[in-house]
């Protein structure tokens, strides 16, 4: 009886100790399990963000010669600037929110005006994207700081609306990045304006699609070919009041000649300002189309420059016109508009209506009425109370006196300016001003 007992004994105390041995080494485990899960889920050093990645933005690839993912040192510390940036709190960037890498590479500093890099010649410029917002920052090669690769400063911010940067859009200031469809060739003629003086030709160079552009300024874009959403000739457009605006045109040499000429070029681009504006302010459509018109004269002498903007469909090859402005300028910055508002769509397949608008104008003591119509536009009837008058032409400015009107103004009843309608002539038939002339 005691034998057997001591053989159980002796048989259990291995297996008491193999128990002892595995409970050991699964509590150790355990126990590094733990300290893996703290070090992956604890807060991080560098804060949410420690890294910045390459773009998912569709036609926005990284660029750039300067684009280096694997210096993720410098990228955190821009993208850490711009996360800590007091101004882009409208922005609302979410903590941990992935950020990628649009573009870097070297700069001219006196192209980026901001006190960060004033005092250097050359600058490190980055554009980062978090979501549908997007940074551009800055930091000197040369002179003070030049040394430290994290000293960026923010140059400005900017939102990309989802669908409308198919082409381009303004990061900041002067801070432009194409889509990768809008690199043609090493540089775009440039137009630049100014107040006091005719415009400025030149070239601008496109860097991997980004262009520091002056503001006030027009690039020619040529076209990229093909059908349906590809690139079309016009115009790229920069304004401080409204930003970067990409411009189809029908005439585009005729139109760049037009708005580049040494006297009238400033009034036009000065009538083309607004009516890009206007357009905008509509959202009607994501395509914007500019014709310059032919300039008319006031019966004092003065020149009367006119451009027509108008939204395009957004479908197939855009050459449908939705809505419409009309804008005429005697200055460089008295610019008024003529008519705008919806254009309607043909019937049953017929061609799209060209547009026509008219509005009473004061020269120096006299009424006129100034009437411009797109190209597509060969006549128009004046209908007053006394007749009618048919003028040929798209345009054309016509004084009180010369208008069939049949009676006198009425100053009880506030009757200044005579009713009437005008009516434009065109192959597609008859159109109606896109507002009633008052």
Do not use: C
């Not at 060969?378 to 004084?399: I, K, P, Q, W």
């Amino acid at each position: 009886m005691d034998e057997s007992r001591s053989d159980a004994d002796l048989q259990q105390a291995p297996r008491r100790a193999r128990t002892i041995t595995i409970t050991a080494i699964v509590a150790v485990l355990a126990l590094a399990v733990g300290w893996v899960v703290l070090a992956f889920t604890g807060e991080p050093d560098s804060g949410e963000l420690d890294s910045v990645g390459e773009s998912t933005l569709p036609g926005y690839p990284t660029r750039g010669t300067g684009a280096d993912l694997d210096d993720q040192r410098s990228l955190v510390a821009a993208a850490d600037e711009w996360r800590e940036y007091e101004e882009s709190d409208v922005l609302q960037l979410p903590e941990g929110q992935v950020i990628e890498l649009l573009w870097a590479g070297d700069v001219d500093s006196k192209k980026v005006e901001t006190s960060g890099v004033r005092a250097s010649f050359s600058a490190r410029l980055v554009i980062l994207r978090s979501d549908n917002a997007v940074a551009a920052l800055v930091r000197p090669l040369d002179g003070a700081r030049s040394d430290d690769d994290t000293a960026y400063s923010v140059l400005g911010t900017s939102s990309i609306a989802t669908g409308r940067y198919e082409r381009g859009f303004t990061v900041a200031t002067g801070v432009l990045l194409f889509n990768e469809r809008m690199q043609r060739g090493v540089a775009l003629e440039t137009a630049t304006f100014g107040a006091e003086s005719a415009p400025t030709l030149g070239e601008t160079p496109t860097a991997d699609g980004l262009l520091l552009l002056a503001t006030r300024s027009l690039l020619r874009i040529p076209d990229a070919g093909g059908s349906g959403n590809d690139v079309r000739e016009g115009f790229a457009y920069m304004h401080p009041s409204s930003g970067l605006a990409l411009l189809q045109t029908e005439d585009a040499p005729g139109d760049w000649a037009a708005v580049t000429d040494a006297e009238r070029g400033n009034a036009r681009f000065a009538a083309l300002s607004r009516g890009i504006i206007t357009a905008r302010e509509q959202e009607k459509g994501r395509r914007l189309r500019a014709s310059i018109l032919d300039d008319q004269t006031m019966p004092s002498g003065a020149p009367l420059s006119l451009v027509e903007v108008a939204h395009l469909e957004s479908q197939g090859s855009g050459s449908g016109v939705l809505w419409a402005v009309v804008v005429a300028t005697r200055g460089d910055d008295d610019a008024t508009l003529l008519g705008a508002g919806p254009v309607a769509s043909p019937a049953n397949g017929a061609p799209q209506l060209p547009v026509i608008a008219a509005r009473w104008l004061r020269d120096g003591s006299v009424d006129v009425l100034v009437v411009a119509g797109s190209r597509g536009i060969t006549s128009f009837d004046v209908e007053a109370s006394g007749g009618t008058s048919r003028r040929n032409g798209s345009s054309g400015v016509l004084e009180r006196a010369a208008l069939p009107l049949s009676w006198e103004d009425d100053p009880e009843n506030n009757v200044t300016r005579p009713a009437l309608v005008v009516v434009g002539r065109s192959e597609a038939g008859p159109v109606q001003p896109l507002e009633p002339v008052s």
